[in-house]
């Protein structure tokens, strides 16, 4: 029986406008009433959640930070954390900071960037929705290793984006990559459109959903999760049902008990329809009135 069905934000619940499509909005919100728990699961911080994801009906808790921090939705108060420790992150920040990359700190639910970097958001090779995104929910800084060294708070996690060269490549990857491989203690995963994403070892979108389980009762046999990008992949595996969208990463198709139709197309409803047929059942007639 499925108690918790967790779901992946950009390229999976959300559309390419970044919405959530209609029906997705009222299959997922009957689910709820039905008590079962519907848990947002995103590499974004919690200061980076869309309204329009707060506000669907039934929604308690918003994993963040590729489950480096879970939330309360309502309250802001984080009910776990497996940050990196900020003695051994300045370090590696401060190798990644003379580089032409975006390498953005995510920390107590917010996420800090270096002023001198704003510029290179204009420069990604990216939606305008996204560019938006990112422009909205960073706070400048004038130096981020400076401002976290006196703040002196763990960190969650850090994206880091880059730009293009002229050839397509990313600009600085190789470099970004072996500086992060000098910290075995970090892992990096891809979170899509690009990027790359580093929190600690043990720190992972399945950790999240597993220790929240844990606090409502829930069994990973009991969790239908989604996703599409390499920082899902934890998920897929964790939960007790990992459904890959059809426009994932091969890495998440690799994962999952079963791949669905696109983010486009309903993929979520699609795949719920399959495999929970008494929550969509009038669906039709809920399509109808659509």
């Excluded at 892992?187 to 959903?209: H, W």
């Amino acid at each position: 029986m499925i108690k918790m069905i967790a779901f992946d934000l950009d390229g999976t619940v959300l559309d390419d406008k970044k919405r959530i499509p209609p029906l997705t909005k009222k299959i997922l919100e009957k689910a709820a009433r039905q008590g079962i728990e519907i848990v947002p699961a995103t590499g974004r911080p919690f200061c980076g959640i869309f309204e329009e994801v707060k506000s669907l009906e039934g929604v308690r808790y918003i994993l963040t930070t590729n489950g480096a921090g879970v939330y309360e939705k309502d309250t802001g108060r984080c009910i776990y954390e497996n940050s990196m420790p900020l003695r051994r992150f300045l370090p590696m920040m401060k190798k990644l900071e003379p580089l032409t990359v975006m390498a953005d700190a995510f920390v107590k639910g917010e996420c800090y960037m270096s002023i001198k970097n704003r510029r290179l958001i204009e420069e990604m090779n990216a939606s305008e929705e996204v560019k938006a995104y990112i422009r909205e929910s960073r706070t400048c800084v004038e130096k981020l290793t400076e401002y976290l060294a006196e703040r002196g708070d763990d960190v969650q996690k850090i994206t880091i984006n880059f730009v293009e060269n002229p050839d397509g490549t990313r600009r600085d990857y190789e470099k970004v990559i072996a500086i992060i491989e000098e910290f075995p203690e970090f892992i990096m995963v891809s979170g899509g459109m690009g990027n790359v994403e580093v929190t600690a070892r043990s720190a992972s979108k399945g950790d999240g959903i597993v220790k929240l389980g844990e606090k409502l009762g829930i069994v990973p046999e009991e969790i239908l999760a989604f996703g599409d990008s390499g920082n899902d992949v934890a998920m897929l595996q964790a939960a007790g049902t990992g459904v890959a969208m059809e426009n994932a990463e091969p890495e998440a198709k690799e994962a999952a008990d079963f791949v669905t139709r696109k983010n486009t197309e309903e993929g979520i409803v699609y795949a719920l329809e399959q495999l929970m047929p008494e929550l969509t059942d009038g669906i039709e007639e809920m399509r109808d009135k659509l």
